[in-house]
């Protein structure tokens, strides 16, 4: 590890930063192509299992199997359509800009120079996309926030704050792109202000969206652990994984990688800006995905349970004192929710 580090530094250091531009362009092509394709492996999946549970309540509601129409005023469905959109394009812009750097800009004899120029119409596209996506991105992660902490409105007021200004001012970016003047540097003082902003921004939406939504399932685990039943039980790998999840803290990472380059005036805020979408794409892929299997806390539980000698079932013994009853329902009207899995543990097991 430490002599890829070294190598980075040395490059970074060379004084011809022309040089630098070429070649994190092409790394942010290869880089951006992978996280792309495990973006559409997830996306589709995501997209599966969503319609998968609406197609299995409409047949359950109406008697046969069918899609819902329902499905598509689900926000995890919308979320996933739109980010597929956003990503998908910027993804091809920045393929198009290698075939313009090193094909079609001056017969490709100075593909540092388009590299370096701001104002190009491609560079401008691919922020406008980057802009997007973090848009999405951070109103998908203000969602979670109200769904996992049982839909209480006063704790998504200051990430809805946060999003409404990032907006403003992500416009506002995309604006100061396109009047670039031909041989300015991205790092001028009018766009650095904006841009450094708008960084703080969405990072100050994901670490307070991270820290809160990690607190809310670190709490509910401890709450379970002081059930007996749950008294040997740890923090294992895979309670972890499910909070980086639920957290979005990928995303929360990256954007932090992405602030702390363009602080320092380094060519390496190109590569982490523009795998931006991919990475804000993985992030909440990986949340639909969980939401949308219905893994939670249970499933943990059970195994645990299993290895002490205990069936889950034998919790619920006292709630099946009384013998079922056939019962008739007539329903008039179906309310679509969409359900957070990751905090029902402790009302399933008593």
Same mark, same amino acid.
């Given at each position: 590890?430490? #002599? %890829?580090?070294?190598?980075?530094?040395?490059?970074?250091?060379?004084?011809?930063?022309?040089?630098?531009?070429?070649? %994190?362009?092409?790394?942010?092509?290869?880089?951006? &192509?992978?996280?792309?394709?495990?973006? =559409? !492996?997830?996306?589709?999946?995501?997209?599966?299992?969503?319609?998968? /549970?609406?197609?299995?309540?409409?047949?359950?509601?109406?008697?046969?199997?069918?899609?819902?129409?329902?499905?598509?005023?689900?926000? @995890?469905?919308?979320?996933?359509?739109?980010?597929?959109?956003?990503?998908?394009?910027?993804?091809?812009?920045?393929?198009?800009?290698?075939?313009?750097?090193? +094909?079609? $800009?001056?017969?490709?004899?100075?593909?540092?120079?388009?590299? +370096?120029? !701001?104002?190009?119409?491609?560079?401008?596209?691919?922020?406008?996309?980057?802009?997007?996506?973090?848009?999405?991105?951070?109103?998908? =992660?203000?969602?979670?926030?109200?769904?996992?902490?049982?839909?209480?409105?006063?704790?998504? !007021?200051?990430?809805?704050?946060?999003?409404?200004?990032?907006?403003?001012?992500?416009?506002?970016?995309?604006?100061?792109?396109?009047?670039?003047?031909?041989?300015?540097?991205?790092?001028?003082?009018?766009?650095?202000?904006?841009?450094?902003?708008?960084?703080?921004?969405?990072?100050?939406?994901?670490?307070?969206?991270?820290?809160?939504?990690?607190?809310?399932?670190?709490?509910?685990?401890?709450?379970?652990?002081?059930?007996?039943?749950?008294?040997?039980?740890?923090?294992?790998?895979?309670?972890?994984?499910? %909070?980086?999840?639920?957290?979005?803290?990928?995303?929360?990472?990256?954007?932090?990688?992405? @602030?702390?380059?363009?602080?320092?005036?380094?060519? @390496?805020?190109?590569?982490?800006?523009?795998?931006?979408?991919?990475?804000?794409?993985?992030?909440?892929?990986?949340?639909?995905?969980?939401?949308?299997?219905?893994?939670?806390? &249970?499933?943990?539980?059970?195994?645990?349970?299993?290895?002490?000698? /205990?069936?889950?079932?034998? =919790? /619920?013994?006292?709630?099946?004192?009384?013998? #079922?009853?056939? %019962?008739? +329902?007539?329903?008039?009207?179906?309310?679509?929710?969409?359900?957070? $899995?990751?905090?029902?543990? /402790?009302?399933?097991? @008593?």
């Amino acid at each position: 590890m430490a #002599p %890829i580090l070294t190598g980075m530094g040395e490059f970074l250091e060379r004084s011809d930063s022309t040089v630098n531009a070429v070649g %994190i362009n092409l790394a942010l092509a290869c880089a951006e &192509s992978v996280l792309f394709g495990i973006f =559409l !492996v997830l996306a589709i999946t995501s997209l599966a299992v969503i319609v998968g /549970r609406h197609t299995n309540r409409s047949s359950n509601y109406s008697g046969h199997s069918g899609p819902s129409e329902r499905v598509w005023k689900s926000p @995890l469905f919308i979320a996933t359509i739109v980010l597929s959109m956003t990503v998908t394009s910027h993804w091809l812009v920045t393929m198009r800009r290698i075939f313009d750097a090193f +094909l079609h $800009y001056e017969g490709g004899r100075n593909p540092m120079e388009y590299y +370096l120029t !701001v104002e190009a119409p491609t560079q401008v596209a691919a922020t406008a996309f980057v802009v997007a996506s973090v848009i999405v991105g951070d109103v998908i =992660l203000t969602y979670r926030i109200w769904v996992v902490w049982d839909r209480r409105w006063t704790l998504i !007021v200051f990430p809805t704050l946060c999003t409404l200004a990032y907006v403003v001012l992500g416009i506002s970016v995309v604006q100061v792109f396109a009047s670039y003047s031909p041989g300015e540097s991205i790092f001028m003082a009018v766009a650095r202000l904006r841009i450094v902003t708008t960084a703080a921004l969405t990072l100050a939406t994901n670490l307070y969206g991270t820290g809160i939504i990690a607190y809310r399932i670190w709490a509910s685990t401890r709450s379970m652990k002081h059930d007996h039943a749950f008294g040997a039980l740890g923090l294992t790998m895979t309670e972890a994984l499910v %909070i980086f999840i639920e957290s979005a803290a990928f995303y929360t990472f990256w954007t932090l990688f992405f @602030l702390t380059a363009f602080a320092a005036n380094s060519l @390496l805020e190109a590569f982490a800006f523009h795998c931006i979408p991919a990475a804000t794409g993985i992030s909440f892929m990986l949340i639909v995905v969980r939401v949308g299997l219905g893994f939670h806390w &249970s499933h943990i539980a059970g195994v645990a349970l299993s290895f002490m000698g /205990r069936r889950p079932s034998t =919790l /619920r013994k006292q709630a099946l004192a009384y013998p #079922p009853r056939a %019962i008739t +329902l007539n329903v008039t009207r179906t309310i679509e929710q969409e359900t957070d $899995y990751a905090l029902r543990l /402790r009302n399933e097991a @008593l």
